[in-house]
């Protein structure tokens, strides 16, 4: 199964349906059943110490499958989020951009399943790994 949308139409609905976050999150790469998706970290993802925030990891991590899902069955603004379990695994590097490979493990017509690998850009460690669910809208 193809996607049926690439960078450019996930971008576009991205920056269209979600305005306020639109522009924070970078879609890289598009492939059947998965995305890479790229967080342009900033101070407001930073929390004390100077480390991303975990709500900004799991942020990318749920853009990622939310776009996985969407490259793979279209522009269903309405597909949420069910379940998600993240753990946080080491300290991103400072200065650096977060970068989510999200890959779905199940795509059915109700449910889809994947998982989110966080890096920082340019380290091979993971930094946060999170299992995701979401609901498909009915046709």
Same mark, same amino acid.
């Given at each position: 199964?193809? $996607?049926?949308?690439?960078?450019?139409?996930?971008?576009?609905?991205?920056?269209?349906?979600? &305005?306020?976050?639109?522009?924070?999150?970078?879609?890289?790469?598009?492939? $059947?059943?998965?995305?890479?998706?790229?967080?342009?970290?900033?101070?407001?993802?930073?929390?004390?110490?100077?480390?991303?925030?975990? $709500?900004?990891?799991?942020?990318?991590?749920?853009?990622?499958?939310?776009?996985?899902?969407?490259?793979?069955?279209? $522009? #269903?603004?309405?597909?949420?989020?069910?379940?998600?379990?993240?753990?946080?695994?080491? #300290? &991103?590097?400072?200065?650096?951009?977060?970068?989510?490979?999200?890959?779905?493990? #199940?795509?059915?017509?109700?449910?889809?399943?994947?998982?989110?690998?966080?890096?920082?850009?340019?380290?091979?460690?993971?930094?946060?790994?999170?299992?995701?669910?979401?609901?498909? &809208? &009915? #046709?």
């Amino acid at each position: 199964m193809q $996607p049926v949308m690439d960078v450019a139409a996930l971008t576009a609905f991205l920056r269209s349906a979600f &305005p306020q976050v639109g522009e924070e999150f970078v879609v890289e790469e598009v492939a $059947p059943m998965r995305v890479r998706v790229r967080l342009a970290v900033t101070d407001r993802h930073l929390r004390p110490g100077g480390t991303v925030s975990g $709500p900004s990891m799991f942020a990318l991590a749920d853009v990622g499958i939310y776009l996985a899902v969407l490259a793979m069955i279209g $522009p #269903k603004a309405l597909a949420v989020t069910t379940n998600c379990s993240i753990d946080f695994m080491r #300290k &991103p590097a400072a200065g650096r951009d977060l970068i989510c490979e999200a890959r779905l493990l #199940k795509l059915g017509r109700v449910l889809a399943v994947g998982d989110a690998m966080i890096r920082s850009d340019g380290m091979d460690e993971i930094v946060a790994r999170a299992s995701l669910t979401y609901s498909i &809208p &009915p #046709k």
